[in-house]
C-alpha cells in the first residue's frame, strides 16, 4: 500500500513518486495512480506554504492528508487546511487533477462540469459556516491541454478550463457570493520529456486568455507568483492593507 510521500520539495519530486499508469492499465490502477498523486500534491502545495501558514495540513511527511475542517453540513475532507483556533477554517486549498486525454474526443473536458459542480458545493459549504475563510482551487492539467485546439469554435482544452472555471473565482468579500473561491488558477504541468516537472499557473480572472495556444511568460506565474497571490488573498481578507493619502 503506497504510504504518504516524504521530502516532496518540488513538483518534479511528485512527479517521481506516482509513476503515470501504463497505456492499458486498469481503472482501478489509474484511480490508485489519481490518489496517490492528489495527496502528495496536497502535501508539496502545503509544504509551499507552510513558512507562512504555520501548521498547514498536510505535514511535511504527509500526515494530515485530507483533513476535516467544520461545513454547514458538517466535517468534510480538505486537501489543504489552514486552520486555528482563533479563525477557524483561515485558508482552503481543493485540488482537482484531470491526468489525461478522453480516449474519444482526445480532449480534457469531459468532467469539467462534474468538477465544478463539486467545487460549487464545496465552496458553498465552507462559506456558509465560516464566510472569512479564504478559499483557493487548483485544477491541474497537463501542458498538452493547450495543444488540442482544432480549429472552429472551441478553444482548447485549457481554454475551456479558463472559461469553465473563471464562473467558481471572484469572490472578494466576506459577504460575497458563497459558492465562489476567493481565487481559482489552472496548474499546467509537463510529465515528460526535457522540461519535465515545469509547472506553472494561470489565474483564471486574467482577462483574454490565450484560447489557441499555450499561455506566454507574462501570461503564467511561476510557484513564487501564485504563492504570493494565495498570500495576497490571505491577507487582503485578515490583515488589509492600509491606504494613505498621497503626501
Same mark, same amino acid.
Given at each position: ?7 516532496? @520539495? ?11 499508469? =501504463? ?24 509544504? !509551499?506554504?507552510? @513558512? ?10 504527509? %500526515?494530515? !492528508? ?6 454547514? @453540513?458538517?466535517?468534510? @475532507?480538505?486537501? =489543504? ?14 485540488? %482537482?487533477?484531470? !491526468? ?5 474526443? /482526445?480532449?480534457?473536458? %469531459?468532467?469539467? /462540469? ?20 479564504? #478559499? ?19 478553444? /482548447?482544452?485549457?481554454?475551456?478550463? =479558463? ?66 497571490? =494565495? ?15 498621497? #503626501?
Amino acid at each position: 500500500m503506497h504510504g504518504p510521500s516524504k521530502n516532496l @520539495k518540488t513538483f518534479l519530486d511528485v512527479l517521481n513518486a506516482n509513476p503515470r499508469p =501504463v497505456a492499458g492499465a486498469t481503472q482501478g490502477e489509474r484511480i490508485a495512480y489519481a490518489t496517490r498523486f492528489a495527496n502528495d500534491m496536497a502535501t508539496f502545495i502545503a509544504n !509551499q506554504l507552510r @513558512k507562512d501558514f504555520e501548521g498547514i495540513l498536510p505535514t511535511p511527511d504527509g %500526515k494530515g !492528508q485530507e483533513s476535516r475542517a467544520r461545513t454547514a @453540513k458538517g466535517f468534510k @475532507k480538505l486537501d =489543504v487546511n489552514y486552520s486555528t483556533s482563533q479563525l477557524g477554517l483561515g485558508l482552503g486549498v481543493s485540488l %482537482k487533477h484531470i !491526468q489525461a486525454a478522453d480516449g474519444k474526443s /482526445s480532449r480534457y473536458t %469531459k468532467n469539467y /462540469s462534474r468538477n465544478d459542480a463539486e467545487l460549487r458545493a464545496e465552496a458553498m459549504d465552507y462559506h456558509q459556516r465560516q464566510p472569512y475563510a479564504v #478559499m483557493i482551487g487548483l485544477l491541474l492539467l497537463p501542458y498538452d491541454s493547450c495543444d488540442d485546439f482544432s480549429g472552429g469554435r472551441e478553444p /482548447s482544452s485549457f481554454g475551456a478550463a =479558463v472559461r469553465t472555471f473563471r464562473n467558481r473565482s471572484g469572490r472578494s468579500r466576506p459577504d460575497g457570493p458563497l459558492d465562489l473561491f476567493e481565487k481559482f488558477f489552472i496548474g499546467l504541468y509537463e510529465f515528460e520529456g526535457e522540461e519535465r516537472g515545469r509547472l506553472d499557473f494561470y489565474d483564471v480572472d486574467r482577462p483574454r486568455p490565450p484560447a489557441t495556444r499555450r499561455p506566454l511568460e507574462g501570461e503564467f506565474l511561476s510557484m513564487d507568483g501564485f504563492l504570493a497571490s =494565495v498570500l495576497d488573498a490571505y491577507d487582503a481578507r485578515n490583515n488589509p492593507p492600509m491606504e494613505w493619502a498621497d #503626501m
